[in-house]
């Protein structure tokens, strides 16, 4: 009897237990209401993503179409429908700093960091504020700051603009607006070109370029007025932590997917940008910020370790392979970065430069920009570009594993052939 009493109870709880789990996916099923107008763009977009270009390329929905699909956009140096083909004495293109590096993260975490747009997303200039700026993608950058401890956002103010060129010509301008006399825009040389390509493009009365800023030092004194200096800390080209050579106002700012943004200090500069930006584009593009916004999100999800681990990993594999194939070499010399420690990391690090500040050390080769390209047919960009000497030729590290790696073996041929050339005559 007790034998059949305790079968009865466990029937019951196996009874009561399919029911409450019949009960339970019912509601889950009748709760999770199937996609409608976003289902037709999803299936798109797999669609796009499942098209194999070989590992050499990308389809993309905004391509061209052939035969009712998108075609593969192949990455430089390879060919054919699937970019299966590489293309024999083809330049290894090393002059550009598109950050394709970072795509193998992305891929990864497509299904986080996608973003469907609707039609009638944001039509209006402005948002519910009446202002240019996403209020949430705002306080989101003021985490990342917080977590990667690269700058303090505090008391600060945040203007967006399309990439950091952008921003760069709006804070001339609005500092120029609080001088006297016309500003002096300055930069300590080698340096980025924008900075002196665009202060003269714009030819403003209100500033003007005026080359290397070691050049205004008086004496003792740093101090200097109506001077407006750009400091990048990595520089470009040559990755170093820089400082100020003169002593002024600080600004900051951070490019991508032309996107960017600049943290002020001073209310009056900000304002002004804020008018520049005003009347140059009334506000940065809404589709633009609300994808930034989905993709600093992903970076937040974890703290930042996901992508700054990959990046680093990334970059420091990159530079270890270029030193190693450069330190065989005498007649090519590679810029010396010392380790430094990570604010992010709370570590001391390698270094893990951007671009390669690559000098020819014979005097011969007075012009490193066309040795490389005559003798590799490798495609760098002039010292002469950053206020520098031709001797110096930048190449940029950050593009796809294609572009670094066909670089690396047009360099291994170089200065393998150097090799040759020193056995030859020893012999």
Not at 309 to 332: C, D, E, I, Y
Request: net charge positive.
């Amino acid at each position: 009897m007790a034998n059949s009493d305790q079968n009865c109870y466990c029937l019951v709880c196996f009874i009561v237990s399919v029911a409450l789990n019949i009960f339970l996916i019912a509601n889950l099923c009748i709760s999770r209401k199937p996609l409608s107008w976003s289902s037709r763009a999803a299936a798109e977009a797999e669609a796009v993503a499942s098209i194999s270009c070989s590992g050499h390329g990308r389809a993309f929905l905004d391509g061209l179409i052939e035969n009712g699909k998108p075609v593969c956009e192949c990455n430089a140096c390879y060919g054919g429908p699937d970019c299966s083909q590489l293309l024999p004495n083809c330049v290894a293109d090393a002059d550009s700093g598109d950050p394709l590096f970072l795509e193998p993260f992305w891929m990864k975490n497509s299904g986080r960091s996608t973003v469907v747009i609707p039609g009638w997303h944001r039509m209006s200039y402005d948002y519910s504020d009446n202002s240019y700026i996403s209020q949430e993608l705002e306080k989101n950058i003021r985490k990342l700051h917080a977590i990667t401890k690269n700058a303090v956002t505090d008391g600060r103010y945040i203007v967006f603009g399309a990439g950091s060129t952008q921003l760069l010509n709006a804070a001339v301008y609005a500092l120029s607006m609080n001088m006297s006399s016309p500003a002096k825009v300055v930069a300590e040389k080698p340096f980025y070109p924008v900075y002196k390509e665009q202060t003269e493009f714009f030819n403003a009365k209100q500033f003007e370029f005026h080359g290397d800023a070691s050049l205004l030092r008086n004496g003792t004194s740093k101090t200097i007025e109506n001077v407006i200096e750009f400091v990048a800390s990595p520089n470009n080209p040559d990755g170093n932590l820089k400082k100020a050579v003169l002593e002024g106002p600080s600004l900051t700012g951070h490019a991508g997917s032309r996107f960017g943004w600049a943290i002020v200090k001073d209310k009056d500069v900000y304002e002004n940008m804020l008018k520049y930006k005003s009347l140059a584009d009334s506000g940065t593009s809404k589709d633009t910020q609300l994808r930034a916004l989905k993709l600093i999100k992903v970076v937040l999800e974890d703290g930042g370790r996901g992508i700054f681990n990959f990046a680093h990993k990334t970059m420091r594999g990159r530079w270890t392979k270029l030193n190693h194939v450069l330190s065989l070499s005498k007649r090519f010399k590679l810029q010396e970065i010392p380790p430094a420690f990570c604010n992010y990391s709370r570590t001391v690090r390698g270094a893990s430069p951007a671009f390669a500040w690559l000098k020819c050390a014979k005097e011969e080769d007075s012009n490193c920009h066309k040795v490389l390209h005559h003798e590799a047919n490798i495609l760098g960009r002039e010292g002469r570009s950053f206020n520098a000497e031709d001797s110096y030729v930048r190449l940029s590290l950050v593009k796809s594993a294609d572009d670094f790696n066909l670089l690396l073996d047009r360099l291994k041929e170089l200065v393998s052939k150097e090799e040759q050339k020193q056995t030859t005559r020893s012999s």
